[in-house]
C-alpha cells in the first residue's frame, strides 16, 4: 500500500468524513492534520457486509498520503476484525481450526493463517497491549505471564479495553468499541500483519482516539510523544 501508516478511525463514515473536513483527523508522521484526499481501493468484506472503501487523507505538513482503515478492519484481511477475533477467542477456548472453521463459516485454511500467525506473536502482542492498558490508566506495568499463551493475550486485551473505553469513553471518537475494535486500533490495523509489533515500533503508530473535551489526541499505539501544533 502506497503511503504512509495507517490511521484508524472510527466505522461510521459520516464520522470520519466529519472530522477529516474539519481537520480533526491527525498526522501519525508529523504534528499535521491530514484532509480529505480520495479514497482507497474499495474491498468486500466478509462479516461486515458490502464493500468498504476506506477513505484516504493527505498531511497538508509533510503531505504524505494515509489511508484512514475503519476500526473494524484489519489490513490486508478479508474478514472483518470480529470474525478473526472469534476465531482467536475459540482458540484461547481450546479448539482446533478446523471446528471453529466449521462454526464460524470460514474456511479452514483461512482460520489456519490467522491463528498461525497469532499464535506466533502472542508474547509480543501481550506485552504490547498490556504497554497500552498502562498507558491509558491501568496502575500496573506488563504482568507475569501466566503461562497459557492464548488466555495471557485475551487477559491483556481484556485490561486494554477496559482502560481504553473507562478512560475515552465508549462513545469516544471511535464510538462504541469491542475488545477486538481495541486491538486493531491498538495495533494500527497491523495485529495479524507482518512486522508487527516491531521492536521500537512506536514511531509508526497511529494515534486512533482524542479526548474530546482538550481536544488533545491520544496516541494507543505508541507512546511517542507529540506537540500539539494547532493549539
Ligand atoms: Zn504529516
Known amino acids: ?65 494515509h489511508v484512514l482503515l475503519p476500526v473494524t478492519l484489519l489490513l490486508r484481511r478479508a474478514y472483518a476484525a470480529e470474525v478473526i477475533g472469534a476465531a482467536l477467542l475459540a482458540r484461547a477456548g481450546g479448539h482446533g481450526h478446523r471446528r471453529i472453521a466449521a462454526a464460524l463459516g470460514v474456511p479452514a485454511a483461512t482460520v489456519r493463517g490467522w491463528l498461525r500467525v497469532a499464535g506466533a506473536r502472542l508474547e509480543a502482542v501481550r506485552v504490547r497491549l498490556w504497554q497500552v492498558a498502562h498507558r491509558a490508566g491501568v496502575d500496573i506495568a ?62 509508526s503508530a497511529t494515534r486512533v482516539a482524542s479526548d474530546v473535551a482538550g481536544g488533545r489526541s491520544t496516541n494507543l499505539a505508541g507512546s511517542h510523544p507529540r506537540r500539539s501544533g494547532r493549539g
Do not use: K, N
Open 142 to 203: 506488563v504482568p507475569q505471564a501466566l503461562g497459557g499463551g492464548w488466555r495471557d493475550l485475551l487477559a491483556a486485551l481484556g485490561a486494554a479495553t477496559a482502560a481504553v473505553t473507562g478512560r475515552f469513553g465508549l462513545f469516544g471518537v471511535l464510538g462504541p468499541v469491542t475488545a477486538w475494535q481495541v486491538a486493531v486500533a491498538c495495533s494500527a490495523g497491523r495485529l495479524l500483519a507482518p512486522g508487527w509489533p516491531a521492536a521500537g515500533g512506536w514511531r
Open 1 to 65: 500500500m502506497r503511503g504512509g501508516p495507517l490511521v484508524t478511525v472510527e466505522a461510521d463514515p459520516a464520522g470520519v468524513e466529519s472530522r477529516l473536513t474539519a481537520g480533526r483527523v491527525d498526522c501519525p508522521g508529523c504534528a499535521g492534520v491530514l484532509r480529505p484526499w480520495g479514497w482507497a481501493r474499495a474491498r468486500r468484506v466478509h462479516g461486515i457486509g458490502g464493500v468498504i472503501r476506506p477513505r484516504r487523507g493527505r498531511c497538508g505538513g509533510c503531505l504524505v498520503t
